[in-house]
C-alpha cells in the first residue's frame, strides 16, 4: 500500500516563506505580509503580520526533529518535512522520496538531497542498530558459519553459508552490486550513528 503524503504549498508560497542556503540546507523564515494573515487571525491583518515578523522574520525554520530524525515544522497549522519542502521549492515538483545521501537525515544541503521511489530510500539505509555482525544481511549461524542474504522488494534471498565472515561480506557486497543497492547501504552514518528503523 502507498504511503499517503500531504500536498505541499506551491512553490511561489514556499519561496515567499523561505529563504534557504544550498550550501547549508538551512531555512530561515522571510517576513510575512499582512495578506497572510487576513484569515484566522483575531487580529488586523497589520497587526498580526508585525507580531509574527517580531518573533520569527530572519530565524531558521523547521528546526524541530520528528520521531524519524527529519527536520520539520508547520505552515498553517499542517506539518511539513524540511526536506520535501526545499525539494519543492527548488524544483517546483512535489517529490516521491527525498533520500539523503550520506545517511544524515538532518542534512538537508542541496547536494545531499535526492528524488526516488522508497526501493531506493531502502538502498541506502544506514547499519541498523540492532546489527551484530557490523554488515547488513552477514549474520552467525548456531554452528559457527556465517550467513549472507539479501532482501530485494519483499523477496528475501540467500545467498549462502560461509566458513569466514570475509566471504559472507564478500558475497553480500556482490549481491548489493548486482541489485543495485548505494555504496553507502549498511554502512554507520557520517556523524557515527547508525539507522534508528
Known amino acids: 500500500m502507498a504511503r499517503k503524503t500531504i500536498p505541499l504549498p506551491d512553490q511561489a508560497r514556499l519561496q515567499r516563506l523561505f529563504d534557504y542556503d544550498p550550501k547549508t540546507g538551512e531555512l530561515v523564515w522571510k517576513p510575512r505580509d499582512p495578506a497572510e494573515f487576513t484569515l484566522g487571525s483575531s487580529y488586523p491583518p497589520e497587526r498580526a503580520a508585525n507580531c509574527w515578523n517580531a518573533k520569527n522574520a530572519g530565524k531558521r525554520a523547521f528546526t524541530s526533529i520528528d520521531?524519524?530524525?527529519?527536520?520539520?515544522?508547520?505552515?498553517?497549522?499542517?506539518?511539513?518535512?524540511?526536506?520535501?519542502?526545499?525539494?519543492?521549492?527548488?524544483?517546483?515538483?512535489?517529490?516521491?522520496?527525498?533520500?539523503?545521501?550520506?545517511?544524515?537525515?538532518?542534512?538537508?544541503?542541496?547536494?545531499?538531497?535526492?528524488?526516488?521511489?522508497?526501493?531506493?530510500?531502502?538502498?541506502?539505509?544506514?547499519?541498523?542498530?540492532?546489527?551484530?555482525?557490523?554488515?547488513?544481511?552477514?549474520?552467525?549461524?548456531?554452528?559457527?558459519?556465517?550467513?549472507?542474504?539479501?532482501?530485494?522488494?519483499?523477496?528475501?534471498?540467500?545467498?549462502?553459508?560461509?566458513?569466514?565472515?570475509?566471504?559472507?561480506?564478500?558475497?553480500?557486497?556482490?549481491?548489493?552490486?548486482?541489485?543495485g543497492f548505494k555504496s553507502g547501504h549498511g554502512k554507520p552514518r557520517v556523524d557515527g550513528s547508525v539507522n534508528r528503523d
Open 67 to 179: 520521531p524519524q530524525g527529519y527536520h520539520f515544522g508547520a505552515i498553517d497549522k499542517i506539518n511539513y518535512k524540511a526536506a520535501r519542502l526545499i525539494w519543492k521549492m527548488q524544483t517546483g515538483q512535489d517529490p516521491d522520496t527525498i533520500d539523503h545521501l550520506n545517511g544524515i537525515r538532518t542534512d538537508n544541503r542541496w547536494v545531499n538531497l535526492r528524488n526516488g521511489s522508497s526501493l531506493d530510500n531502502q538502498r541506502n539505509l544506514s547499519l541498523a542498530k540492532n546489527n551484530t555482525s557490523g554488515r547488513v544481511g552477514v549474520r552467525q549461524n548456531r554452528w559457527g558459519s556465517w550467513r549472507a542474504e539479501i532482501q530485494v522488494l519483499t523477496r528475501r534471498i540467500c545467498l549462502g553459508s560461509f566458513a569466514t565472515f570475509e566471504e559472507a561480506c564478500a558475497a553480500r557486497a556482490a549481491a548489493e552490486k548486482h541489485y
